[in-house]
């Protein structure tokens, strides 16, 4: 693995918090990895991929970065900041369309002059690699897959697991994080051991992401990780928590969200963190997890802008 180039691209260690009032009111010893805190524009897990995915596009030489994901993408947002940090010109293709003046990530990926290209969830789901190979040709240009969820963008996590392992003296009963493209899961399960890994589906079942993470795993093992454990104690995907679709927070989950800033000041988002934060509520409440756990942040407060009307929305009224 030391054959990797690695860029620095974020602000790294992140802390790891103990959260005491919302450990109080929960009974249960919680601690956080600031991931949100790797950067401003940067904040977020995918700055750690993007630190190995984007060496690579160096070294080929690349003058454009393509990737690809939602309208309010957290990636793609982070790739066009670390894209332009290097002097490089940011390709997005989204899924979904643009209406009214853009607010979140995709007011930041306007202000960064990203060439943005739009397309409906079908040409997304079946045809998203051929689109940007077709945005890609007659460039010189480094395509990155969705959520930089590949075996490279993996190892940023394997990474991340030994910067965790060297801030605690003890292994947590659950360490948790949410799970959208597979790749940060992927690093946890077969970076050093902090504790079984829980990785909270916010849209797909369990066995789609299971496939996923073995998938990267697979191809993360050929640039010299450890093998990835099966699943079951280990690792494990958890599903249940989706809520709807994907980005759809139901109000339990803006609670949670609410909550946890009255508590602790800590930030989360409706589309990852908020749901992955609900499930370990939920998982503490019904008696299946406790002890010391790690919730991983992953960033992601872009994604509270624009929905103000739901995140400050009255519980209490209909
Ligand atoms: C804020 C945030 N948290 C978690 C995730 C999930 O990470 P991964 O795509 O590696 O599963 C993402 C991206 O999908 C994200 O943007």
């Known amino acids: 693995m030391t054959h990797l180039r690695r860029l620095e691209l974020a602000r790294l260690p992140t802390p790891i918090q103990y959260l005491e009032r ?13 991931d949100d805190l790797t950067g401003l524009g940067l904040s977020g ?17 690349a003058e454009v970065v393509v990737t690809c994901g939602g309208i309010q993408s957290n990636h793609c947002r982070a790739t066009a900041v670390a894209a332009r940090q290097l002097g490089l010109q940011p390709v997005l293709l989204l899924r979904g369309e643009r209406s009214g003046a853009p607010d979140g990530n995709l007011l930041l990926d306007d202000l960064l002059g990203a060439e943005v290209h739009t397309c409906d969830d079908a040409t997304y789901r079946d045809h998203r690699e051929e689109v940007m190979t077709e945005l890609a040709r ?14 490279l963008g993996a190892m940023g996590y394997v990474l991340a697991s030994e910067e965790a392992a060297a801030q605690v003296a003890e292994r947590f009963d659950r360490v948790v994080v949410a799970v959208g493209s597979g790749g940060t899961l992927a690093g946890l399960a077969m970076g050093s051991d902090l504790g079984p890994v829980r990785g909270i589906a916010v849209c797909d079942d369990a066995l789609t992401f299971t496939t996923r993470v073995r998938a990267i795993a697979s191809e993360a093992e050929r640039l010299g990780a450890r093998a990835l454990p099966p699943s079951g104690r280990r690792w494990r995907v958890v599903e249940g928590y989706q809520g709807p679709a994907y980005a759809v927070a139901e109000p339990p989950v803006w609670e949670v ?32 997890w406790g002890g010391r756990i790690l919730f991983w942040h992953t960033g992601g407060a872009f994604g509270l802008f624009g929905r103000g009307g739901e995140a400050t929305a009255d519980p209490a009224s209909p």
Request: proline fraction near 4%; aromatic fraction near 6%.
């Open 22 to 34: 919302l450990s109080s009111w929960l009974g249960a010893e919680v601690y956080v990895k600031r």
């Open 45 to 61: 897990n995918k700055v750690r991929k993007l630190e190995l995915l984007l060496a690579e596009a160096v070294d080929h030489g």
């Open 138 to 151: 007659g460039r010189p240009a480094y395509v990155i897959p969705e959520g930089g969820s590949n075996g």
């Open 257 to 288: 969200i609410r909550k946890v800033a009255h508590l602790e000041g800590l930030i989360l988002d409706p589309v990852y963190t908020g749901k992955a934060v609900h499930a370990l509520v939920e998982e503490v409440r019904a008696g299946r």
